[in-house]
């Protein structure tokens, strides 16, 4: 198959920083060439994936996420380059609804978000004429009146991640937070769990938006000690070397996370994760094997006492065995010729 990419304009692919999404697109490409077929990815001109590119943006509209004129521009030409393709794989938002003036172009799209009630709304109507693929149940259980195609997890290529001891760095042993400065991403809470269990936290955090800098002034900074360190936004190179090292990812969510690529990198690593048992975690974690779900910090502190019981190898395995780039390009092309041979 000749398969069209259309990745969001927001960041480069892959993305130099935080970007999951950006980071699975990436893995997709990549993944569709290996298994033999023929890709265009269309993104924008500062972005390095080692696939067949094109785009109208020469730069990622980082500054502007989330605006429709940039969006709409990329997406407008996205579309005219996808001339010759068998079928496309649409990652923005506005990609799949304008995809309504090609019917004779094959379309699918992945929600990477959470379902709201606008979106509930937009998808229910879009979902008869375009497939659309979840990232997780708890994505999907969240807008049971959506269409969903299929249910595909995220996956990454485990030997791109360095297998780790969880030592710790030069000042001994860690636990790391790694995510959104986001009251329902849970920085303080990673704080109050590994201060009770007497660990020290590294914070590797995106903190970008005004609302960001509000929450971390507000319910972090003040947290703050030589037992909880932020180190701001961290290159992928940078959060390879935190999570390798770390005794564990602390991801104490309080909301319906529908995937949280975060979980997987760890374990490729080696690293066990905590996690409160919302949103996907359940799918991802498997309790008492590769990390831990707990209730509250208090259960997340005591759960830290016994990491040792968690087998790092097996938390190596899940990757490259389940959460693998290669199974989640399997599922993929599977839809997509179920797609293009109309059934």
Known sequence: ????????????????LYGGIELVVDQLARGFVEAGHDVL??????????????????????????????????????????????????????????SAHRPDLPVVTTIHGPFNEELTDLYTHLGPRVPIIAISHAQRRAAPEVAIARVIHHGVDASAFPVGDGAGDAEGPYVLFLGRMSPDKGAHRAIAAARAAGYRVLMAAKMREPWEHRFFTQEVEPLLGPDAVYLGEV???????LLAGATALLFPIRWNEPFGMVMIEAMACGTPVLAFPEGAAPEVVDDGRTGVLCEDEAAMAAALADIDRIDRAACRLSVETYFSTHRMVAEHLELFEEVVGGT
């Open 235 to 241: 290159s992928h190179e940078r959060k390879l070397e």
């Open 1 to 16: 198959m000749r398969i069209g990419i259309v990745a969001p304009p927001w960041t480069p692919i892959p993305p130099p």
């Open 41 to 98: 990815l269309y993104t924008t001109g500062d972005s390095t994936c080692p696939v067949p590119m094109a785009w109208v943006l020469a730069e990622a509209e980082g500054e502007r996420i989330g605006m429709a004129v940039p969006e709409i521009r990329h997406v407008l030409h996205a579309y005219d380059a996808m001339s010759d393709v068998d079928i496309v794989h649409d990652h923005t938002m506005m990609g799949p609804f304008h």
